[in-house]
């Protein structure tokens, strides 16, 4: 009976998982050790959401059919996920159907502690105008003081910068007490960095973990402090992880981001990273002044190099981790014989307790090879 020519054989086996390697394991121990508490994320969870509630009941407290508030959204790093441990200021935009004033701002800043009271009757909070951010300041009053930013904007502002050519007809129908005009335009802005980041980041291996770890970087070095936003940071992360076109570990991801700015892509002259979320193009590292760039450039270079001579703790401002324990069942694992009858056994002891001296010098020679290298190190 003739053979077809390919014989069936055994379905492809899935790779190996990769053990984790010495960065991974401090990248991972960094990321528990800057993570939020319980705590803190609980407490945050519920200024928010009963600030959420307190300006929802404030809108259908409005008198009239068209209501001016048409919805409270979050943003920034509350929306993204990227909170940190000691972080105590989040973000909420309210969305206005008309463009906001002063005159709505102080009502909502008259309401919102009525309903506050009503939907947490045992928490006390402390509520702050500040006009020229177009805002709100919630404040709990305890011990963990949290703040929420409450900033109005609406789609309007938006949509005049469409139109140029009109903008002395527009301005001139506008209320004399409407709030600042670029602080709606960059609350908006938020919002669309908001969504964008839960479509393309969120779902991107590793991703969430670099951006905190590169947080927590920009705020314990200075040099590295211009480049937290969202501009740079959040962008450059999705655009360099996801280029490599497979999953990547924490530590693998972390060294992409690194060898992307030590090449030179935020000095000038280079392809630069566009904003996806503004319609003409933008340098989404314009806020970078040209010493900022050569000097987060040079500091990348410079752990990168730390990174390749396994220094990455260093890096990441922390204690090296020793390594894991050899685990028995690898390769060049060797079982010490019991069988005493033929003597052997003891003879193979006495080489283990250095018997014969063979062991002592290859020791002593080990040693001093290492003490060299330290010295020359």
Known sequence: MPRPPFMPGMPPMMPMRRPDSSDDRHV???????YPKEEELGAIQKIVSNTEKALKMVEKKEDGPPRMLKGVMRVGILAKGLLLRGDTSVQLVVLCGDKPTRTLLDRVADNLPKQLAVVAPEDKYDIQRVVEEAALVVQN???????????LTSPIMREQLLHEGDSQ???????PDVLDKQKCLDALAALRHAKWFQARANGLQSCVMVIRILRDLCQRVPTW??????????LMCEKVIASAGQHLSPGDALRRVFEALASGLLLPGSPGLLDPCEKDPVDAASSLSAQEREDITASAQHALRLIAFRQIHKVLGMDPIPPPKFQRGGRFTRKRRRDNSSGEGNDSEGELDGGDGKKDKKEDGEESKMEMDKETK
């Not at 305890?142 to 900033?151: A, E, K, L, W």
């Not at 211009?226 to 959040?234: D, G, H, K, Y």
């Open 169 to 175: 007809v527009t301005a001139a129908k506008d209320p």
């Open 141 to 151: 009053i305890g011990d963990q003081r949290i703040s929420v930013n409450v900033t």
């Open 225 to 234: 402090g211009p480049l937290n936003s969202w501009q740079a940071m959040e």
């Open 28 to 34: 991972l121990a960094k990321h528990a050790d800057i």
